[in-house]
């Protein structure tokens, strides 16, 4: 399917009806700009066809030393008691509505090179990066995806048995948007349709020295 087709299905597949859309130039490729971080999720499952090709595009992300430091813990809603173990890591304000998600993954990354047992400083980094192929890929399906960071990370090592070697990067909720009235949380309604924002691109892009204006 051509990407456009997929993200106007995307768009049109469930009761969603409003426009996130990023302010960006218009040069900017579309997958991006039409990427937002839902909380309303439908029951529609995902298919284990499109959970294999977004965590395919995660496995060919670029990492230092191609260690590919990521590793994924996938709980699927029709897994039961261990998705509600999965689910019970997050902490309250993000299980109120992650609960509606068909899969929940927990992202971890390796915290030493395989070959040196050397520290690997860009481990959660490059871990960030497979999570932004999962994201785009999931936009590409239609699907939507949202980061989390407020879990138990020390709960998550025992009750998944996550090594000790291993860092823990992002929760993530993947499904297929719903109404943002399904939220019973007015605040987590109101952030569904609220336009999204950004920091200009002048206090984030420098020239070769820290704070130097950047002319383009
Ligand atoms: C690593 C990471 C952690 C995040 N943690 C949370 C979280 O715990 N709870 C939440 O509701 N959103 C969380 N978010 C979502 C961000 O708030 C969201 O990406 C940001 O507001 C930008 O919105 P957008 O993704 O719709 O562009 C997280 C996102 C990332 C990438």
Request: glycine residues 6%; charged residues 25%.
């Given at each position: 399917m051509a990407i456009t087709e997929a993200i106007r299905l995307s768009t049109t597949a469930s009761s969603v009806d409003f426009?996130?859309?990023?302010?960006?130039?218009?040069?900017?490729?579309?997958?991006?700009?039409t990427r937002w971080?839902?909380?309303s999720f439908s029951d529609r499952p995902v298919s284990d066809q499109d959970?294999?090709?977004v965590l395919e595009a995660a496995r060919w992300a670029a990492s230092s030393n191609n260690e590919q430091p990521w590793r994924f813990l996938i709980a699927r809603k029709s897994d039961g008691e261990a998705y509600g173990k999965?689910?019970?890591?997050l902490v309250p304000s993000n299980q109120e509505w992650a609960r509606t998600a068909p899969v929940l993954i927990i992202m971890a990354a390796k915290k030493n090179f395989s070959h040196t047992g050397v520290p690997n400083a860009y481990a959660l980094h490059d871990t960030g990066a497979a999570l932004a192929n999962l994201f785009l890929q999931a936009n590409a399906l239609g699907l939507s995806a949202h980061g989390m960071a407020g879990f138990d990370r020390e709960r998550a090592h025992e009750v998944?048995?996550?090594?000790?070697?291993?860092?823990?990067?992002?929760?993530?909720?993947?499904g297929y948007r719903d109404s943002?009235?399904?939220l019973t949380n007015e605040r987590h309604q109101k952030a569904e349709t609220a336009r999204r924002q950004r920091k200009?691109?002048?206090e984030i892009a420098f020239g070769p020295f820290w704070n130097q204006p950047l002319s383009l």
């Amino acid at each position: 399917m051509a990407i456009t087709e997929a993200i106007r299905l995307s768009t049109t597949a469930s009761s969603v009806d409003f426009d996130k859309s990023a302010d960006t130039l218009p040069s900017v490729h579309e997958l991006i700009r039409t990427r937002w971080s839902p909380r309303s999720f439908s029951d529609r499952p995902v298919s284990d066809q499109d959970l294999r090709t977004v965590l395919e595009a995660a496995r060919w992300a670029a990492s230092s030393n191609n260690e590919q430091p990521w590793r994924f813990l996938i709980a699927r809603k029709s897994d039961g008691e261990a998705y509600g173990k999965m689910l019970s890591l997050l902490v309250p304000s993000n299980q109120e509505w992650a609960r509606t998600a068909p899969v929940l993954i927990i992202m971890a990354a390796k915290k030493n090179f395989s070959h040196t047992g050397v520290p690997n400083a860009y481990a959660l980094h490059d871990t960030g990066a497979a999570l932004a192929n999962l994201f785009l890929q999931a936009n590409a399906l239609g699907l939507s995806a949202h980061g989390m960071a407020g879990f138990d990370r020390e709960r998550a090592h025992e009750v998944l048995g996550i090594p000790a070697d291993y860092d823990l990067g992002a929760a993530v909720a993947l499904g297929y948007r719903d109404s943002p009235d399904k939220l019973t949380n007015e605040r987590h309604q109101k952030a569904e349709t609220a336009r999204r924002q950004r920091k200009p691109l002048n206090e984030i892009a420098f020239g070769p020295f820290w704070n130097q204006p950047l002319s383009l």
